[in-house]
């Protein structure tokens, strides 16, 4: 059964950088139809799509955040990351990793608090 | 505001019946885009409890169904238990928007 790990800092300055990263254990990310996920949680609020990368490189992301989004494949460490620049403290929310069959997140890790904050 | 929308909170007595909608568009559930439901406890990540509209994964019991009619699809819990509280999304395709949307979340107690 494949598990998913979030790893990164849980606090970032304003107007910087939130880099996160998903270790993938269980199965390898380059093989099969999924989609390697990103999803969020602002406190007290609903999921958030960030957006998702295929195991070709192909990326989809949220219309709303796609200026600021970048999400790559590490297939050397199985692991694949996501990348949020100019952040606010509207970005202050729990990030979720998940593994998307189509579209159904079947997979998710247990998510890490990401406070934006001077 | 969510693409989909949900029902802010639902409540049944334990072995009553409760019914969750989450109503769309002609872009997403309208379009024939599969629905998927989450169950989420405070402070854990949310578990697939529904997916392509009407399967359970092996784990969750026959008490939990789905359906889907036109730009709108619900999730009924029968005979509900204790540990079925908690919050429920809906999940879909939005083929405007070319990515996932969700529903707003709806609580459910359980009296």
């Known amino acids: 059964q494949v598990q998913l790990q979030e790893s990164g800092p849980g606090l970032v300055k304003p107007s910087q950088t939130l880099s996160l990263t998903c270790s993938v254990s269980?199965?390898?990310?380059?093989?099969?139809?999924?989609?390697w996920s990103w999803i969020r949680q602002r406190p007290g609020r609903g999921l958030e799509w960030i957006g998702y990368?295929?195991?070709?490189?192909?990326?989809y992301y949220n219309s709303s955040l796609k200026s600021r989004v970048d999400i790559s494949l590490d297939t050397s460490k199985n692991q694949f990351s996501l990348k949020l620049t100019s952040v606010t403290t509207a970005d202050t929310a729990v990030y979720y990793c998940?593994?998307?069959?189509?579209?159904?997140?079947?997979?998710w890790g247990q998510g890490t608090l990401v406070t934006v904050s001077s | 505001q969510s693409v989909l929308t949900q029902p802010p909170s639902v409540s049944g007595a334990p072995g009553q019946r409760v019914t969750i909608s989450c109503t769309g568009t002609?872009?997403?559930?309208?379009?024939?885009?599969?629905v998927h439901w989450y169950h989420q406890l405070p402070g854990t990540a949310p578990r697939l409890v529904i997916y392509?509209?009407?399967n359970r994964p092996s784990r969750v019991p026959d008490r939990f169904s789905g359906s889907k009619s036109g730009t709108s699809a619900s999730l009924t819990i029968t005979g509900l238990q204790p540990e079925d509280e908690g919050d429920y999304y809906c999940?879909?395709?939005?083929?405007?928007?070319?990515?996932?949307?969700f529903g707003g979340g709806t609580k459910l107690t359980v009296l």
């Open positions: 990368i295929y195991n070709n490189g192909n990326t």
């Open positions: 999940h879909s395709h939005d083929s405007g928007l070319r990515g996932s949307v």
């Open positions: 002609t872009s997403n559930i309208g379009a024939g885009f599969d």
């Open positions: 998940a593994r998307a069959a189509t579209v159904l997140l079947d997979s």
């Open positions: 392509a509209t009407n």
């Open positions: 269980g199965g390898s990310i380059s093989s099969g139809s999924y989609y």
